[in-house]
């Protein structure tokens, strides 16, 4: 069936360098998508989210890409912390469910 | 504002038993979602109830089933239990009737299964 996928799975930055996660998502009536962040022992934490008639948005220190040409999304990440540290997943909507990917871990050292 | 509370945090239960998950959405929320989530895995949609009937149902077997009552808090309950099921069990409410809008969250229940 149509899933969501991750390119990447472990992603290590320097703290105050960029961080790019990448995504694909296969499944063409997907009409907003969504990245988490999930924290050890916790549940996934909304941080941003973007609909299918746009190309980008930007919240604060983050901004997502969507290009529905290659069905490709991103999370680009300025200025990576260690608090940002954490498992980051993008999830596709269709039909009012959550599609999730496998997810990334991103490491941010000091 | 309190957001979405799952209980217990943490349950070990034995093959064949059965469990109930509990789940409170966020104030405002009247819609929930519930999701099973393996270790190094996304999360997988389970079902979601609205007016207190399952309205969406993902692909997990009949031994799954939930409810949902009038104050919109809802219950997983998973009988037969198999060494399979061990999972973190996550729950995610929203508002209906608005599309669009990012599902919330709470920590989940870690199950396992002896």
């Known amino acids: 069936g149509e899933s969501v996928g991750l390119h990447l799975p472990t992603l290590s930055v320097q703290e105050g360098d960029n961080s790019i996660i990448n995504c694909a998502y296969s499944?063409?009536?997907?009409?907003?998508f969504i990245w988490y962040k999930q924290e050890s022992g916790k549940g996934p934490q909304f941080i941003i989210d973007?609909?299918?008639?746009?190309d980008k948005r930007q919240g604060q220190r983050v901004t997502v890409l969507l290009n529905k040409t290659v069905k490709h999304l991103s999370l680009q990440i300025a200025a990576t912390q260690p608090g940002d540290s954490a498992v980051y997943f993008c999830?596709?909507?269709?039909?009012?469910?959550?599609?999730f990917g496998k997810g990334t871990m991103l490491l941010v050292s000091p | 504002d309190a957001g979405v509370t799952q209980s217990p945090t943490h349950l070990i239960k034995t093959r064949g038993q059965q469990v109930t998950l509990r789940c409170s959405p966020k104030?405002?929320?009247?819609?929930v979602s519930w999701y099973q989530q393996a270790l190094g895995q996304g999360p997988q949609f389970i079902f979601q109830?609205?007016?207190?009937?399952?309205?969406q149902r993902g692909n997990f077997p009949d031994r799954f089933s939930g409810h949902q009552f009038p104050n919109y808090s809802s219950e997983l309950n998973v009988n037969a239990l198999l060494l399979g099921d061990s999972a973190l069990y996550l729950c995610?409410?929203?508002?209906?009737?608005?599309?669009?809008?990012?599902?919330?969250f709470g920590d989940g229940t870690r199950l396992s299964i002896l």
């Open positions: 995610a409410s929203s508002l209906k009737g608005i599309s669009n809008q990012p599902q919330h």
């Open positions: 499944n063409s009536a997907s009409d907003y």
């Open positions: 973007i609909r299918s008639n746009m």
């Open positions: 999830a596709e909507k269709v039909y009012s469910t959550l599609t």
């Open positions: 104030s405002g929320h009247d819609t």
């Open positions: 109830y609205y007016e207190e009937e399952e309205r």
